[in-house]
């Protein structure tokens, strides 16, 4: 068990399905440093210190489509965090104090 | 001006400009629920949704999910897809799904209803109304995976008679219920954040990869796909908690006691779980004490109450207890479960060498002082030609009603009993949780549907097992021994290399 981590981290756990997980979190891993992803079957964990960015534009660049952040909804199976921020551009979860 | 309205502007239209304030007829009196528990809220438009859902976005959505699940569930089906599962014994784990959380996903779906009718603010109110379609395509999907297997394996037909009759499952019916006859803020911190937010994680997440792993393609897809709406529900219960601790100070010891009651009302339910996770899984993901470290102590201990210290809320209290159960939960809940299975819509047996390795492996201070050696004897009884059942009826605890089988910290040996006389009238307890629960309550909790006490009453079709059986739509198969049962039997013979059409 890794507690008395210094920063409190967030994660978002998605489904291990389509290329459009996958490319979600290759976006997650280029928009945010020391993110650890982690397997289980069918699905993966995603976990970041701090904050956890997810852009519209560079899942768009990845997918070579337009992407919607509500689409975000199809590949999150959970998460742990509070989302601060969740508007056309980007979602955002971090811890609030 | 711009083309499109933005998320923010089209979700404020929706939740903001189409809400009117009552004139002629009292605010009060349309919203009479509201005022009662003593919660203080001053400004219910500082409710915010993150995920900002309009009502075209919320159906675009969906429908997505059901068709994309639509799709699974129909190769299932002409694939033979039930016959590529690790191994029938699996199908247990889906047995008390069907039997024990469907069930409680229609729950949820009444439950929101209610919230959405109910509270003053559109914003709350429209995420309810979300989550309470969310939870009727719960119910529907998940009956619809499950109906592939009903047709060739027990224990699944009769889910909702069973649901309201069978012992174990007023576990999870009284915990849904006693929330459901609160009133709504409570109702929203029980089911919303102590159970969506800090619980469900444990629930769904080793159930559905479990899923996955065991060759169960549907379930895994009705999991993943319930659990894409969960974490917009969770979200509702974290938003609830911020937005109350906000609004007013005197919210907050309220909201702590509702904390500390149900934290430990929906860990006792989740026991069911643990032993899910380490004795029903052929193919095992992750033990139960993994998942409660990561998925309760990491996230939720070290991550949102250090967030929550903020406002004067600390971990609930009995927390150290589910700490120090994590070694024994899951062995203490399948041993019990092994004994009585002859009343169960499951089977059990004892686990194979293979298993207890693995839970030797998970449990090196515990299993093997404790549990091996009851596993070791039952087994000598089945390889004797006999089989262990209780004789007799167990002792419930009256406020989770899961049976006695609980022990004293720290003294995996003695088994925890607790009691309190409340006019005139004994009652038992579990554990010190339990019996808090009961004492802040009583008046709500002597009222329990005990089901054990309910078969003595004689209200439960009759005074003998298989009387009782039978008024549970339990059928023959559905109970007892795993090890040469008719699940047991056709998966053999569905495996055997026997030609088509021979």
Known sequence: ?97 | MSKKLSMQQRYAALTRDLDWTPDYVDPAKVFPLTSFEGIKVHDWSAWSDPFRLTVDTYHKYQAEKDKRLYAVIDGFAQGQGHLSLSDAQYLNAMKLFIQGVTPLEYAAHRHFAQLARHFDGPGPRFAALCQSIDELRHTQTEVHTLSQYNKYYGGMHSNWKMFDRVWYLSVPKSYFEDAMSAGPFESLIAISFSFEYLLTNLLFVPFMSGASFNGDLPSMTFGFSAQSDESRHMTLGLEAIKFLLEQDEANVPIIQAWIDKWFWRGYRLVALIAQMIDYMLPKKVMSWKESFELYFEEQMLNGLFKDLEFYGIRPPMHVQQAIEEKEILSHQVAWTLYQFSFAAGFNTTVPDEEHQAWLREQYPDTFDKLFAPQWAKAKKIQEEGGRFFFQGLPQLCQVCQVPMLFTEVGDPETICQRQVVYEDERYDFCSDGCQWVFEREPEKYVQAWLPVHQIYQGVCGGPSVPEVLAWYGLQEGDSGEYIGSLDHKDWLAWHATAPVGS
């Open chain 1, 1 to 97: 068990m890794t507690t008395g981590t210094p920063v409190k981290s967030v994660g978002v756990e998605l489904q291990e399905s389509s290329d459009d997980a996958r490319m979600v979190i290759e976006a997650i891993q280029r928009d945010n440093a020391d993110v650890v992803v982690s397997y289980l079957p069918g699905l993966v964990k995603v976990q970041s210190p701090g904050e956890l960015v997810i852009r519209r534009e560079t899942v768009e660049e990845l997918l070579g489509r337009p992407w919607e952040t509500h689409e975000f909804q199809l590949v999150i199976v959970s998460y742990y965090g509070h989302i601060g921020e969740w508007d056309d551009d980007q979602i955002v979860i971090k811890w609030d104090h």
